[in-house]
């Protein structure tokens, strides 16, 4: 990295002595870094911060959207935690959903993303197929057609009453089941991890692969020792980002269960509950606290998963 | 007896995807039903294959809401579509480049803010947003939905695009150094080349969250002729009321098409990858 | 360094984009700008004034609401009318949204929950135009004074609505069963179901709609009690309890579904009904969304009055007005706003173009003219609605912050019925989540 930042200072070699003022200095070091990033300085000060600064303003008070605001200091947080048990349950739910889609689906992406890396013929259809359901996304749809799934007699129910003879129960309607539907949704909706490992496992130059079997490697340690350390950055990627999604999941509980997070509470995400706490309920003010929380909530497992990087992520520029 | 082994191994892959793949599809398959049911069957029938078909779910959506047909909402979907693919794709390739290839003070911190923008719910930030884009004047009309794309406020695809530049080796960009290129023409002639995977994964997820994209539609834009086709299939749905069901439906399987498309044509991108073809060492 | 060049010039013209964007008003009409204008002066006649108007509601609903724009903007070329139309999904958020923002529309359509927007100031007291403007002369007094809180006039109703019990006429046909009879108690009608599920073949009587928030207060109105009066709370625990409890007993013997393949399945439209879907012979529902079920079955519906109870002091049955046209605080053009709102509620042309889309009109006189049109369906519906209207006692206000309430009780039904509770437990849960939102509107 350094020697960019050397050369260029070769180039403009006049500049470069000892005694020139530090901002000019710093300039030269960090123009051509801070050019690229313009467009995103412009977005983040003039687009996000604001919008982000009033919310954790707003979070001291209790705006209700329609009439101005009253600082109420900390009461906000302090009811979430000690006076709404719903909150609570919403924060249940939420990280239940998290600990259990994130694997599953990146799991399922991974494998199906090695298994259609290559080798088989119609790879291009089948491809398409398993993304179907990704395209689908938050269509109005999906609630009637998860009911047709995983209700009562649904499809998923007759296949196993047709072939194993088990009669499961309701999975939508069901609140110890309602929560692991919409898991299988998300999973269903693995193509974009999916699409995502395959456009990294592309970029795995095929030579490893060939030294590697010149030494005598076979799959299974190719797959080791090759496919997981150079795709390992883009299994970090994968991990924060869904992880962060699903903390924040909140289509598929608000489509399936009409916006209402039941039975009883059983899908009440997170930011669904914020959602109807904020504009259905007019506690705008309270919403924003619940923002915030989740924004710590998700800043420390985000920071978590970094440091733990250190140890399984390798980066083809070196670096950790 | 080698190749039949081999050859039953094969077929039971096959047949294991073909399974999964049935799952897969069973929700087109049923939209795709369900639309051309007459609207008296679509929740009263509950077998898939229709006992009755009708095109008049087309029709009758096609024809869309007072005159104003749905191709003027397609149209409108792929005007923003095209216009945010083309901000994504620069605007967070130069975020990433910077922070993936360069060196510079204060880059962690940068990061760590550009993470953290994408950590708040949406939800707490839009009227803050509305009021800032009312401020501008820009309401009812595109830019708050497009012009915010070239400004990398996706920080996903910053993300994104960095794994995959710091993925790549990095004697290639000390070779490019010795022929004498600068960062921009290292940014230019060779990451981006050889992170057109990315690229392309960044311009594919930005066409289908834009054109999935609801809330953000819908508080924008309030005049119909400005309406896309998130806002049209919406315009359907009455649940207080008498929703047009056939019509949803019919629409929403057309809605499916564009996508498809995108998808089926740039997955060659993901098949044949530059890295193989491109730069060895 | 000509590369650096070129990219400066690339982020040059980026930067220009954003800064052009962000001086030019974008090429967007000049609806906002306009109104704003002469706003301080006294509006003649023949000055040019545009309004904003919003909506929700679905395809019939938008194409004639249009066509009513068109024929008033030719009745009054001085004042154009910008429309603003959705479904019902995310309409509140996007109308939130806007009045907080500060830019409302003139013209807003809401539904019962218009008080919470009168507690946070957000519409403007129609009173002075109300037989200047707009004429109430054939409304219904109910209808009108359902508009109004605090002695101020804040909506006029498009449309009332009644609940009715709605039954699959071909599916009790086929089972070999007797017509509902009129006036049939809560003990006739729990009788009726037991005998219906021997012949229905594995089908069930009744929708469990243990959480309907009306037709619990349905039930609170028989007793003379409500969910809200004088600005409190006015039933208890113990009404509660004895609701639920009947629904329980309506589990046991087997006449309404079990929770688990009910609790999904909420009545409130066609897509997730049971009575749609031929599972069920009875649900409740209210008369503006009857043809939307009926359109979405091939059975025949038929309508039919609500259990009477054995004891009962007063009907429970009352006439919902719904879905009221409001005017913002905000609007430069009130008076302009409020020839609109008369135009769709008295003008003879343009009733007749909306039809009961927004529910059954206020005004006697479109009633009469409406009653003969329509479908078969149509025509059920006001027969009923007349019937209902002959016994229906007067309404109460409308709990505030329903929504809220709402799913509490929702919790709280489901809880009894997936035996997490005992219906004692819930009742308390109910009371208490009204005394909460009672209590949040003060």
Redesign the interface.
């Known amino acids: ?5 050397a ?2 200072k070769n180039r403009t070699g006049h500049h470069d002595r000892s005694g020139i003022h530090p901002i000019v200095k ?1 300039w030269k ?2 123009s ?9 300085f ?3 000060f ?3 911060l ?3 600064i ?2 954790l303003y ?1 979070s001291f008070t209790d705006f ?4 101005p605001s009253n600082w109420v200091g900390l009461d906000n947080y302090d009811k979430m935690f000690n006076h709404d048990p719903r909150y609570l349950k919403s924060l249940q739910v939420t990280f239940l959903y998290v600990f259990s889609s994130v694997p599953l689906k990146l799991g399922f992406a991974l494998l199906v993303a090695m ?1 259609m890396n290559k080798g ?1 013929k119609g ?2 259809i ?20 998860w ?3 995983f ?3 649904g ?1 998923i129910n007759s296949f196993l009453l047709d072939t194993f003879g088990i009669h499961a ?2 999975w ?4 110890k089941y309602a929560l692991s539907s919409l898991v299988a949704l998300s999973v ?1 909706q693995f193509g ?1 991890s999916m ?2 490992f ?3 496992l ?6 490893y692969y060939e030294a590697s079997q010149i030494d005598g490697a076979g799959k299974f340690r190719q797959f080791l020792n090759i496919t997981i350390p ?1 795709l390992s ?2 299994v ?2 994968n991990v ?2 869904q992880m ?1 999604s699903s903390f ?1 999941a ?1 289509t598929p509980a608000f489509i399936v ?2 916006g ?6 059983s899908t009440m995400f997170y ?1 669904l509950y ?3 706490k ?5 506690e ?1 003010g309270y ?2 606290a619940m ?2 929380v ?2 710590v909530i ?2 420390i497992f ?1 920071a978590l998963i970094f440091a733990s990087s250190k140890r399984w992520v390798t ?5 950790e | 007896m080698v190749s039949t082994i081999k050859n039953y191994r094969i077929l039971l892959k096959h047949l294991l995807i073909i399974f999964f793949g049935a799952l897969m599809l069973y929700p087109v398959i049923w939209m795709i039903m369900s639309s051309l049911k007459p609207s008296q069957l679509i929740f009263s029938d509950l077998s898939l294959w229709p006992s009755q078909f009708t095109l008049s779910n087309f029709a009758d959506g096609w024809k869309g809401i007072a005159g104003r047909g749905f191709g003027i909402y397609f149209w409108n979907s792929l005007i923003i579509c095209a216009f945010v693919i083309v901000g994504n794709v620069i605007s967070c390739s130069m975020a990433a480049f910077a922070f993936g290839r360069l060196d510079f003070s204060l880059k962690r911190l940068w990061f760590a803010l550009m993470l953290v923008t994408i950590m708040l719910p949406q939800h707490v930030r839009t009227i803050p947003q509305y009021i800032m884009f009312k401020g501008m004047d820009w309401l009812d009309s595109f830019l708050p939905l497009i012009s915010p794309k070239f400004l990398a406020t996706e920080a996903f695809f910053i993300f994104l695009l960095v794994q995959f530049i710091r993925g790549l080796p990095k004697e290639l960009d000390e070779s490019a150094r010795i022929d004498g290129c600068g960062p921009v023409q290292i940014y230019l002639r060779m990451i981006m080349p050889l992170a057109l995977p990315a690229l392309v994964t960044t311009a594919l997820f930005s066409f289908m969250w834009t054109w999935d994209d609801f809330f953000s539609q819908l508080l924008y834009l309030n005049n119909s002729a400005k309406y896309t086709v998130q806002l049209g299939l919406r315009l359907f749905m009455d649940s207080t009321g008498e929703s047009a069901w056939g019509p949803m439906f019919a629409m929403s399987v057309l809605s499916l098409v564009p996508s498809l498309i995108l998808f089926f044509s740039m997955q060659k991108y993901f098949v044949e990858g530059i890295a193989t073809t491109g730069i060895k060492g | 360094m000509k590369l650096q060049k070129k990219m400066l010039t690339v982020l040059l013209i980026l930067m220009m984009f954003v800064v052009a964007a962000c001086s030019g008003n974008g090429g967007n009409d000049g609806a906002n700008s306009s109104s704003s204008s002469n706003s301080n002066k006294k509006n003649s006649s023949n000055e040019n004034v545009s309004l904003r108007i919003m909506w929700w509601g679905s395809q019939a609903r938008h194409d004639a609401t249009l066509k009513v724009i068109e024929l008033f903007e030719k009745k009054y070329p001085n004042i154009k009318i910008s429309p603003e139309y959705m479904g019902n999904d995310g309409y509140f958020d996007k109308l939130a949204t806007q009045i907080a923002g500060g830019n409302p529309p003139d013209l807003m359509q809401l539904g019962n929950n218009y008080p919470d927007y009168v507690s946070k100031e957000a519409l403007l007291d129609l009173s002075p135009y109300v037989g200047q403007e707009i004429s109430i002369e054939n409304f219904d007094q109910n209808v009108v004074e359902a508009g109004a809180m605090n002695d101020k006039q804040y909506g006029i109703s498009l449309g009332s609505n009644v609940l009715g019990l709605v039954y699959n006429k071909t599916l009790m046909e086929q089972a070999g069963l007797e017509p509902l009879k009129e006036n049939m108690t809560w003990e006739d009608l729990e009788a009726y179901g037991k005998d219906a599920v021997t012949k229905l073949d594995g089908k069930f009587a009744f929708a469990d709609q243990s959480f309907f928030t009306h037709y619990l207060n349905y039930f609170l109105r028989q007793q003379d009690k409500t969910f809200y009066r004088d600005e409190a709370v006015a039933f208890n625990q113990e009404d509660v309890e004895k609701w639920f409890d009947m629904w329980s007993n309506f589990r046991a013997a087997g006449i309404v579904p079990s929770s688990e393949a009910s609790a999904s399945m909420s009545e409130t439209s066609p897509d997730v009904s049971l009575l749609v879907q031929g599972k069920v012979l009875m649900s409740l529902v209210w008369s503006n969304q009857m043809s939307g079920f009926q359109s979405a079955m091939q059975d025949e519906l038929g309508v039919s009055l609500l259990p009477t109870a054995k004891d009962e002091k007063r009907s429970g049955l009352w006439i919902q007005p719904s879905q009221f046209m409001t005017i913002s605080k905000e609007s430069k053009h009130p008076k302009e706003a409020a020839l609109f709102i008369n135009f769709m509620v008295n003008d003879l042309e343009a009733t007749k173009i909306l039809g009961n889309d927004r529910g059954i009109p206020g005004s006697e006189e479109v009633r009469n003219m409406l009653s003969g049109d329509g479908s078969d369906m149509d025509k059920k519906i006001y027969e009923y609605f007349n019937t209902a209207a002959g016994v229906a006692s007067s309404m109460d206000r409308e709990l505030p912050n329903i929504g809220e309430f709402d799913g509490q009780l929702n919790n709280a039904a489901m809880s009894v019925g997936f035996d997490a509770k005992s219906s004692a437990e819930a009742a308390v849960d109910v009371v208490t989540a009204a005394e909460a939102a009672v209590a949040k509107s003060k």
């Open positions: 990295m350094n020697q960019i930042v050369k260029q710093w070091r960090n051509t870094a801070y050019l690229f990033l313009l467009p995103w412009l977005g983040f003039a687009l996000t604001i919008p982000m009033s919310s707003l209700n959207l329609l009439t298994l088989i790879l291009g089948y491809r398409t197929i398993y993304y179907i359901p990704t395209l689908l996304g938050g269509s109005v749809a999906i609630s009637v057609l009911r047709k799934m209700g009562g007699g499809v129960p309701d939508v309607s069901n609140p269903w974009s699409i995502i395959l456009a990294g592309k970029q795995i130059p095929q030579d150079t950055p883009v970090l990627f924060i980002m962060i924040q909140f269960s009409g209402k997070g039941g039975p009883l509470d930011t914020l959602y109807l904020g504009f259905s309920f007019f705008m919403a924003s923002a915030w989740l924004l998700i800043g985000t980066y083809g520029d070196g670096g």
